[in-house]
């Protein structure tokens, strides 16, 4: 068979572990995919900047339209990220007759609609299992391993970068700051990592497993999204008292035939598999209605393992397969969406601390309020507070009310935050997560 000719744009941290792969172990490519698969142009933005990696000068351009449109080039793989010129790129790749390999979550979810549907009317494809899990083969489950079941829910880590700093939290004492720092040191985190703590990455990761998993197209503003860049060390500790681990946990599952998505710090039961995941590690918690429960687990992110989910799509690529299990993903289904569920009628448990005053009346007013929006109580903690010598010290004590609620619905938690907020023995902030049980 004729050489897979690759065009890869973008030499970063993932770009160079591909390329690494490709040019240092080609004969177990050549055996994966019964195929030579041989790196012929590579777009990158400095060509004189010092790399980790040595490639022949002839290889090298700053220009990645001239790659995308090369006819000597088979398939190109976009590791640039971002929407633009990324999507210039995948478009330029699929008009010049070329299958196409992204890790560019970003742009899928802004702009797959119009991406899949382009490669489907030119015959072509877009292979991104490294969008989504890093090395987690969560797309080939989905396309393949899982074709004959409905998928009713998906409860997924999906950032490793807040998943390491909540365990950094929780297992060293680390206030946020020093754990953002940390991750940073060990290359877990960007000097600016506003959109893995932000929620960002994961919400967009989730539209695209939704898309996958149900056929609706969704994008993050179309449900509840909250990132870890507001938890204190406090309240993971006091989850971890009550039996949980806080995690950023992206959902979407089927209720009465509508999608309750969210994507926000939750606390899991310490006994479910996804309270167990620690560090820069993600899982994927699929249910099928034939299989049951499915936990895929392992890095979801970095150079290697994002690079090997890259190299994955490469070999389906060359082998014919990456065109059949993308003729057949729910990118373009006809049928109608299934809507998502006003984030109002949300059915769940809530946590809840208040740093208040420690004085006569303060759990009645806030009970109270709770009751009044038909809010039911699990549990309430409030540790003893000190006794303070009111001829030394007059001060009034802050001390912190948890609160675990029954389910209740995320309206009726809008409408009674409202009024706490009004409280003046309640100081600001005060926190809300909801629970996974």
């Known amino acids: 068979m004729q050489p897979l000719r690759v065009g890869l744009i973008g030499l970063g941290t993932v770009g160079s572990g591909v390329a690494r792969v490709l040019t240092e172990h080609p004969e177990r490519m050549t055996h994966r995919a019964g195929r030579v698969i041989d790196l012929v142009r590579v777009a990158v933005r400095d060509i004189s900047k010092p790399r980790e990696i040595s490639l022949s000068a002839d290889l090298l351009t700053d220009d990645p339209m001239a ?123 960007e000097a600016d990592p506003a959109m893995d703590v932000d929620g960002t990455d994961a919400a967009q990761k989730l539209c695209l497993l939704t898309q996958l998993a149900f056929g609706t197209r969704v994008t993050p503003e179309a449900f509840p999204l909250q990132g870890i860049d507001t938890l204190d060390l406090t309240d993971l500790q006091y989850a971890d008292e009550l039996g949980y681990a806080v995690k950023l946990l992206a959902t979407a599952k089927l209720v009465d035939g509508q999608l309750e998505m969210h994507t926000q710090p939750t606390l899991i039961r310490h006994a479910r598999p996804l309270a167990q995941v620690d560090g820069p590690y993600n899982m994927v918690a699929l249910t099928g209605d034939a299989v049951g429960p499915t936990w895929l687990s392992g890095q979801g992110a970095g150079q290697m393992p994002t690079a090997s989910a890259v190299l994955s799509d490469l070999i389906d690529v060359a082998i014919g397969r990456a065109h059949s299990t993308f003729s057949r993903l729910d990118l373009w289904d006809e049928r109608p969406p299934i809507p998502v569920q006003p984030a109002e009628d949300i059915y769940r448990r809530y946590y809840l601390r208040f740093p208040v005053e420690d004085r006569p009346h303060v759990i009645a007013d806030i009970t109270a309020i709770l009751g009044n929006h038909a809010i039911s109580l699990a549990s309430v903690i409030q540790h003893e507070a000190p006794e303070l010598d009111d001829t030394t010290d007059t001060g009034t004590p802050i001390v912190p009310l948890v609160i675990m609620t029954h389910r209740t619905r995320e309206g009726q938690i809008r409408d009674a935050t409202a009024e706490l907020n009004q409280l003046e023995s309640i100081r600001q902030p005060w926190v809300c997560m909801p629970v996974s049980d």
């Open 67 to 189: 790659v995308a449109g090369d006819p000597n080039v088979d398939v190109v793989v976009e590791l640039i990220g971002g929407q633009s010129p990324a999507k210039e790129v995948v478009v330029t790749a699929l008009e010049s007759g070329k299958d196409v390999v992204t890790a560019n979550k970003a742009l899928l979810c802004a702009e797959g609609a119009e991406l899949f549907a382009r490669a489907r009317d030119l015959g072509r494809c877009i292979a991104f299992e490294a969008a989504i899990a890093g090395g987690i083969p969560v797309v080939h489950v989905l396309g393949q391993s899982l074709a004959g079941n409905q998928v009713t829910a998906i409860e997924a880590i999906l950032n490793g970068t807040s998943n390491f700093i909540l365990s950094e939290m929780l297992g060293r004492g680390e206030s946020y700051g020093d754990a953002v720092r940390k991750a940073q040191a060990l290359g877990y985190a």
